[in-house]
């Protein structure tokens, strides 16, 4: 019969905070099969008696065979998993933001149709995007404004441009949802599509510049590349498309 593996764990568990890493090393542990010596620490004078007794500065610290592994990115290092860089660029803000767009807009096709598969659902697909991405650079409408000002170039000759964007991306998506008012909703969708594309290119294509992009809000780290200019040619083939019908 194989031994139990067994780590120790210590993380802090007090009555106003409880270590979310904590709670995530143990769960890893006992996923690998582990069983796990669960140590809480309590009270903030026992955590900094912790760190200076092991000479550690955060917590939590796991510990196996009596040789200590770390903390949690270090344990998940230690069973060979990847371990997140927080300044690494990644596309999947927007392509998990693309998927769920088009997940609603085929819902509400079936809803409204008894089919997820129109032309509407097209539509809606587009529409829905440019409100989410739109409420994401709202959530924080200055950190969105400086990392904007780094390509687009009306807003590089107007800094208020930077501020007015994204409740203009909200409100001509808003009004595609509803398919009213298109003599407004089309000319804005064309404008800061036209604008965001012919940026988008310079910055990207033409300077070679490596940016990050603002469309899912100021702290992102998604390039600015292929799908930053889909945003934009998608509010373009909309507005054309609508005009069209």
Request: with cysteine; net charge positive.
């Amino acid at each position: 019969m194989t031994a139990t593996r067994k780590a120790t764990l210590y993380r802090m568990v007090m009555p106003t905070h409880t270590c979310p890493y904590g709670l995530k090393a143990k769960d890893l542990l006992r996923r690998q099969g582990y069983a796990v010596e669960d140590h809480w620490l309590r009270t903030r004078e026992e955590t900094d008696a912790f760190k200076a007794e092991h000479g550690v500065k955060t917590t939590p610290q796991i510990f196996v065979g009596g040789e200590r592994v770390g903390g949690y990115d270090d344990l998940r290092r230690f069973f060979g998993k990847r371990v997140a860089d927080p300044k690494a660029t990644s596309y999947r803000p927007v392509i998990a933001l693309f998927v769920m767009t088009a997940l609603m807009a085929l819902a509400a096709s079936q809803a409204v149709y008894a089919t997820p598969f129109t032309l509407r659902a097209v539509e809606w697909f587009v529409a829905f995007s440019m409100a989410v991405l739109a409420l994401l650079k709202l959530q924080n409408v200055e950190s969105f404004a400086t990392m904007f000002l780094n390509y687009d170039l009306l807003a590089k000759r107007w800094v208020p441009y930077s501020y007015v964007y994204p409740f203009a991306e909200g409100l001509a998506g808003v009004l595609m949802i509803a398919g009213v008012l298109t003599w407004l909703s089309v000319p804005i969708a064309l404008f800061i599509g036209g604008v965001g594309t012919v940026s988008v290119v310079k910055a990207v294509y033409i300077d070679r510049r490596e940016l990050k992009c603002a469309c899912v809000g100021g702290s992102s780290n998604v390039p600015l590349g292929f799908l930053s200019l889909t945003e934009n040619l998608m509010m373009i083939g909309m507005a054309v498309w609508m005009v069209s019908r």
